[in-house]
């Protein structure tokens, strides 16, 4: 671009954390059709009557996040319907917004808590029980996931699902039942999700509009924590291409603010190269453009490679049919030229993945295919070099993060010290994206995982890696950024800000690199920027923030709660038209209520064991 041309977009007096080696540093940065197109040389450029100039007043500024494993189509589907426990303090104030949320929600619609919590997050530390559950909410069907594990419902749940005593149990699920043989509410993955998924799938749906509004508000939300791209890892219940009209028609609009490279999911065992066989006729990798476009195969390949975590029960061994029917779709994905992903959770599957790969790559060589492992929270340094060798990625997310309490009573915490071995990932020279694996298991939040990265704790403040195995933070930035760009094969597009790369940044609440540790969690945006154009700001940057977007349906959560972190709102409750009471929480301590007080300073000391009641009974379950 010649100095005479005017920029689009002028951010200066910032504290810009660039990721490029050349130029770590800088103050400004100067944008045009979308692009980068210099750094600290803005005083250089001319400016035009329409270029906007924006002073950062020296706030931090880092190249935008991009999660390499997060289900955005599918969540952005669903993502007003749901009331999110993500970042609550307590289970006192998760309790009081589902009962809130009942109040509002009108009859015929359902209250669903879709994972992205953990009782460990919580000042009680621990699970809400079914009659808390019933007391907050006995009329409205209410569905809490914890997990993939096991399902909360309450009465009218139960009514709604059609759930009896007579109700057999599925294949792969069990209903609990009481000493009187009615169901209690509780639904037991064992050994797979697919009785969570099956009840979950009885409720209604949004109309498409609604939908897309939900979608909007999903990737709002998204840009709010500083996202920018995300790589979708496609899901159960994600069929092609129905199930992504949506995202379509919203990137057709121009209403898309977060980019996405999306994967395709099987989704009928046993004919699940009939599926990929199908897609490569109708699309491809690479098919779109910088906004949306196919990036490959997968999370799930076959079936039967889906090797199920859950960290309350024994390692699965997965079935003898594996190898065969793996090598047949990966045989297919290579000779087309089709990148792959896989979930990959313990090192004795990955052992048998690889052996298929090995076998694969012989005959129709990996050599320039990104393909990849999701998790691998227990691969072996042995495994680790045959995934270097055959030129494979790993996409690593804060799952322990959730579940590490899990982890360490069964396995050990020496064992836990490498779930997973990034640092040793790092140090052979394996490409590794960062990521959240949401909505169902961890929170979408990415400063969550940055947070988890660096300090080596869960949400819950149990340590769980020695310093060595810790990233610095300039390393897990690294890992969100430039990292998860090679699994979208995009490395140099974006990832840095640098003259030629996508506009795609951050203005941050807080300064990334000075906050303590712990703190890291809290950071959120004030300003987004994806090609060049501002697609969310608050703060002394409200004034360029695009048009609010109404919340549809009038009752979604979305409208009171927000997204993560977000406890009853009394103001925006106020403007919902939702009374508000004073029910105790973790906010009462401002206030002078004793009570939670109390409980809150006892709260490790009077908890009870996570494994009574719901927990003691175990489950089998897949993260997707």
Sequence with gaps: MSKSDFPDLILYNGRITTLDPKYPEAANVAVKDGRIVGVDEAEEYERGPDTKVIDLKGRRVIPGLNDSHLHVIRGGLNYNMELRWDGVPSLADALRMLKEQAQRTPTGQWIRVVGGWTEFQFAERRMPTLEEINAAAPETPVFILHLYCRALLNKAALRACGYTKDTPNPIGGEIQHDNQGNPTGLLIARPNATILYATLAKGPKLPPEHQMNSTRHFMRELNRLGLTSVIDAGGGFQNYPED??????????????????????TQKPKQEKEDFARWIKMTGPGKGDD??????????????????????????????????????????????????????TYDESIARFLNVFEEVNRNVPFKGLNWFFDHCETVSDKNLERIKALGGGIAIQHRMAYQGEYFMERYGKKAAERTPPVRKMLEMGIPVGAGTDATRVASYNPWVSLCWMVTGKTVGGVSMYPEKSRLTREEALRLYTQGS?????????????????????????????????????????????????IVYARDEFASHAPPAIPVLPEW????????????????????????????HSADCRQHGCAHTWHQLINAAETARNRYSEFFGLGCDCFAF
């Design 244 to 265: 992504y009209a949506v995202i379509e028609e919203l990137h057709k609009r121009d209403e898309m603010t977060l980019r996405i490279a999306y994967n395709l999911f």
């Design 291 to 344: 906004f949306f476009r196919c990036n490959g195969a997968g999370e799930m390949l076959v079936f039967s490679a889906a090797d199920f975590e859950d960290f309350l029960e024994p390692r699965p061994d997965l079935p003898a049919s594996l190898e065969g029917e793996l090598k047949e779709v990966v045989s297919l994905l290579a000779a087309n030229k089709w990148p792959f992903r896989l979930h990959a």
């Design 485 to 533: 760009s090679w699994f979208s094969s995009e490395s140099g597009k974006k990832g840095a800000i640098a003259a030629g790369q996508l506009a795609d940044f951050a203005v941050l609440t807080d300064d990334y690199f000075s906050v303590p540790e712990e703190e890291i969690k809290g950071i959120e945006s004030a300003l987004t920027v994806v090609g060049g154009k």
């Design 556 to 583: 979604s959560p979305v409208k009171v709660f927000g997204g993560y972190g977000a406890p009853l709102d009394i103001k925006k409750a106020a403007r919902a038209g939702v009374p508000v009471q004073h029910q």
